[in-house]
């Protein structure tokens, strides 16, 4: 299972993106309540808000505030409702930008996107510009000292993912999207804490930048997610490892 997926770059770009952690409750409460509306307040029947809890786990999200939001969702108690879309463009050095939100007000949203494009230098484009650069998987992340690197092989196979690779101190394995949820199963069934699970956009390829535009495009990725009606920002940048650093 070869192959190098840039899994650990994309973490590295994320971990600089996602370090606003003030805002990171009420973005998980959108996801929270929007699963729960869309298909009920049972996560063993309702995938989609199985990984949203999964998401609350890994911020800390205290337990009233998940459960407020899933009764929000379900309609137990009034809330706004918040419709699903995503943005495309480009940012410095012509990268491709995915951007989910969930809003109450897409005039709103889509302008103050478009102004954090222009502000950095980017470009918000049409439906369709860049998405086709972009396939969903599942990244699940290991730590390498829990299990033997042939032992984790087996047991991703055996669960359907494409691909394990060793970056650094962890095991990166990837899957499609209907094969997510055994994935994780197997490995708690093996008892494994997983360093970190989610379903997300990974670029079929990255486009190398300078230290000057990978600044740019780093500021554009954090103003973006700043925003909050956004919910997650993909990129296919591939940045230096010293203006990650620096972020």
């Known amino acids: 299972m070869a192959g190098h997926s840039k899994w650990s770059k994309i973490k590295h770009i994320k971990a600089v993106v996602d370090k606003k952690k003030g805002k990171e409750f009420s973005k998980v409460a959108r996801m929270i309540m929007q699963a729960a509306r869309e298909g009920g307040g049972d996560p063993s029947a309702n995938l989609r ?17 998940v459960e407020r939001a899933i009764k929000k969702g379900v309609g137990d108690v009034d809330g706004v409702v918040f419709d699903e879309t995503t943005y495309e463009g480009y940012g410095p050095g012509g990268v491709a930008i995915l951007v989910d939100v969930l809003t109450d007000n897409r005039n709103r949203t889509v302008g103050e996107v478009r102004k954090a494009f222009d502000r950095r230098g980017g470009n918000l484009g049409t439906s369709g510009c860049v998405s086709w650069m972009f396939t969903k998987q ?26 394990v690779e060793l970056e650094g101190d962890l095991f990166s394995v990837t899957v499609a999207p209907e094969s997510y949820d055994a994935l994780l199963e197997a490995v708690a069934a093996a008892s494994i804490e997983p360093e970190s699970s989610e379903l997300t956009m990974v670029p079929q390829n990255t486009v190398p930048l300078d230290r000057e535009n990978a600044e740019k495009v780093l500021n554009l990725l954090s103003d973006l997610d700043d925003l909050d009606d956004v919910q997650e920002v993909h990129s296919n940048a591939d940045i230096p490892e010293d203006a990650v650093a620096a972020g």
């Open 49 to 65: 808000l199985k990984y949203a809890l999964e998401k609350a786990r890994q911020v800390n999200m205290p337990k009233e505030n």
């Open 138 to 163: 599942g990244i699940v992340t290991i730590e390498s000292d829990k299990i033997a690197e042939d032992d984790l092989i087996d047991l991703a196979l055996e669960a359907g993912a494409e691909n």
